[in-house]
């Protein structure tokens, strides 16, 4: 009998998109799984039913997720859907659990085999499942969208009978993903574009696209960047250093788009209010990494607050915002990753703990928490038992440590070996 794969629509009101197309639906039925579809799951996303079940899937309810041998989803399923999960089912996500230990250790208890998929490294064979690219891509094409949207002038130079316009000034700060696709963006839409990053790597990058290059680029520079091309975090004389060069620069520009990420840490502060207060007055500030706490003061999640006549735009999501190119491939890059979860003879799910992508992603199996960056999540908030004096709670969120000192549990492994660290978003 084929097992059963569930695609739901996600309860959060903020998340557009969806863990499967009417592409990768084939595909899964193709591997051998029947596919059920929530009803509306891909509404917000512009994927009708009726595209699903054209597909082959059979559009179902919430409660069919009881059947389900896998979910393929897009965030962390809440508590109350947890509780219709059975056991041993495989979750495939971005579970986001940095920070999040009391939430790893819920998926742990639930007995479900859950893999995040922003742990997927950046190797060659994972680039194709890689959704941090594919969603931090779509974001910085979206934020230099929501700048012109905010800004209220041209960004193109135009030579016009009544005058010259100037092009507006874009300045980048972080080229990952994010920051090269806006880079992309904002040459194609005539501005004139300069970008900073800790990274040596991206210099070459950033003027390829037609950008000039800004950093201190001085010894602590040309070492600044991980194994796994993630940024690693600055020292204090280097973050003052730099904060010097882009104070001048950045009271010139009229649009900055802020994208620096440091993996399980708050999102550096790269700007504050006393470099933008020397903006001239309707300029923009776009904070791609708000939801970490926001690399520029004032930035505020979810809104668009105006400063000394600067407008700072927060908006969550960003990917998101653009749901259903965000979703098309999204749902590619779990495919992918499935397909090497699956016995192509049995057409079932066959795990191979060995597998370098099963060891960076895999968080809980058998009802442990396996992945060694969340040993702490094994003993987040424990159940509470009688005593003769209150205790107070763990904080919900307390950041992950892996030098902790703690007591941890044993050594929770997967049946054949524990995974490595790995690194999150950049």
Same mark, same amino acid.
């Given at each position: 009998?084929?097992?059963?794969?569930?695609?739901?629509?996600?309860?959060?009101?903020?998340?557009?998109?969806?863990?499967?197309?009417?592409?990768?639906?084939?595909?899964?039925?193709?591997?051998?799984?029947?596919?059920?579809?929530?009803?509306?799951?891909?509404?917000?996303?512009?994927?009708?039913?009726?595209?699903?079940?054209?597909?082959?899937?059979?559009?179902?309810?919430?409660?069919?997720?009881?059947?389900?041998?896998?979910?393929?989803?897009?965030?962390?399923?809440?508590?109350?859907?947890?509780?219709?999960?059975?056991?041993?089912?495989?979750?495939?996500?971005?579970?986001?659990?940095?920070?999040?230990?009391?939430?790893?250790?819920?998926?742990?208890?639930?007995?479900?085999?859950?893999?995040?998929?922003?742990?997927?490294?950046?190797?060659?064979?994972?680039?194709?499942?890689?959704?941090?690219?594919?969603?931090?891509?779509?974001?910085?094409?979206?934020?230099?969208?929501?700048?012109?949207?905010?800004?209220?002038?041209?960004?193109?130079?135009?030579?016009?009978?009544?005058?010259?316009?100037?092009?507006?000034?874009?300045?980048?700060?972080?080229?990952?993903?994010?920051?090269?696709?806006?880079?992309?963006?904002?040459?194609?839409?005539?501005?004139?574009?300069?970008?900073?990053?800790?990274?040596?790597?991206?210099?070459?990058?950033?003027?390829?696209?037609?950008?000039?290059?800004?950093?201190?680029?001085?010894?602590?520079?040309?070492?600044?960047?991980?194994?796994?091309?993630?940024?690693?975090?600055?020292?204090?004389?280097?973050?003052?250093?730099?904060?010097?060069?882009?104070?001048?620069?950045?009271?010139?520009?009229?649009?900055?788009?802020?994208?620096?990420?440091?993996?399980?840490?708050?999102?550096?502060?790269?700007?504050?209010?006393?470099?933008?207060?020397?903006?001239?007055?309707?300029?923009?500030?776009?904070?791609?990494?708000?939801?970490?706490?926001?690399?520029?003061?004032?930035?505020?999640?979810?809104?668009?607050?105006?400063?000394?006549?600067?407008?700072?735009?927060?908006?969550?999501n960003v990917a998101g915002?653009?749901?259903?190119?965000?979703?098309?491939?999204?749902?590619?890059?779990?495919?992918?990753?499935?397909?090497?979860?699956?016995?192509?003879?049995?057409?079932?799910?066959?795990?191979?703990?060995?597998?370098?992508?099963?060891?960076?992603?895999?968080?809980?199996?058998?009802?442990?928490?396996?992945?060694?960056?969340?040993?702490?999540?094994?003993?987040?908030?424990?159940? +509470? &038992?009688? #005593? %003769?004096?209150?205790? !107070?709670?763990?904080? /919900?969120? $307390? @950041?992950? =440590?892996? *030098? +902790? &000192?703690? #007591? %941890?549990?044993?050594? !929770?492994?997967?049946? /054949?070996? $524990? @995974?490595? =660290?790995? *690194?999150?978003e950049a």
């Amino acid at each position: 009998m084929a097992q059963t794969l569930f695609i739901p629509k996600e309860i959060d009101t903020n998340e557009p998109r969806v863990g499967g197309s009417a592409e990768t639906v084939k595909k899964l039925i193709g591997l051998g799984f029947t596919v059920i579809v929530e009803t509306g799951a891909g509404t917000a996303s512009r994927i009708p039913d009726r595209e699903f079940e054209a597909a082959g899937a059979t559009i179902g309810k919430a409660a069919d997720v009881k059947g389900a041998d896998v979910v393929l989803k897009v965030r962390r399923p809440a508590t109350a859907e947890l509780k219709s999960y059975k056991q041993g089912a495989v979750i495939i996500a971005m579970l986001d659990p940095y920070g999040n230990d009391a939430a790893v250790k819920e998926l742990a208890d639930a007995g479900v085999t859950a893999f995040t998929m922003e742990f997927m490294p950046r190797i060659t064979r994972a680039q194709v499942m890689d959704v941090l690219s594919s969603q931090a891509n779509l974001a910085g094409y979206q934020a230099v969208v929501d700048a012109a949207e905010e800004y209220d002038r041209a960004l193109p130079m135009m030579m016009t009978a009544a005058g010259t316009v100037p092009a507006a000034k874009v300045f980048i700060m972080g080229v990952g993903v994010a920051g090269l696709q806006a880079i992309a963006t904002a040459r194609r839409l005539g501005a004139v574009v300069t970008a900073t990053d800790v990274r040596p790597a991206v210099k070459e990058q950033v003027a390829s696209l037609g950008a000039k290059f800004l950093a201190v680029e001085d010894e602590e520079f040309k070492a600044a960047e991980t194994a796994g091309g993630y940024a690693k975090e600055m020292s204090k004389e280097y973050q003052a250093k730099q904060a010097a060069l882009v104070n001048d620069h950045i009271a010139k520009q009229d649009i900055v788009i802020t994208t620096a990420l440091i993996p399980g840490r708050p999102a550096p502060r790269l700007v504050t209010r006393e470099m933008y207060s020397r903006m001239r007055p309707g300029s923009v500030i776009i904070d791609l990494a708000v939801e970490r706490g926001g690399n520029v003061e004032g930035a505020v999640a979810g809104k668009i607050v105006e400063v000394d006549g600067i407008k700072i735009v927060g908006h969550l999501n960003v990917a998101g915002r653009i749901a259903a190119t965000a979703s098309q491939l999204y749902a590619k890059n779990l495919v992918a990753f499935f397909e090497t979860l699956v016995d192509k003879d049995s057409k079932s799910v066959k795990i191979n703990f060995d597998d370098e992508l099963v060891k960076a992603t895999v968080l809980t199996h058998g009802g442990k928490v396996v992945h060694p960056n969340f040993a702490n999540a094994a003993v987040a908030a424990p159940a +509470a &038992k009688p #005593a %003769a004096k209150k205790v !107070a709670p763990a904080a /919900k969120d $307390a @950041p992950v =440590k892996a *030098e +902790a &000192k703690k #007591a %941890a549990p044993k050594k !929770a492994t997967t049946p /054949k070996a $524990a @995974p490595k =660290k790995t *690194e999150g978003e950049a």
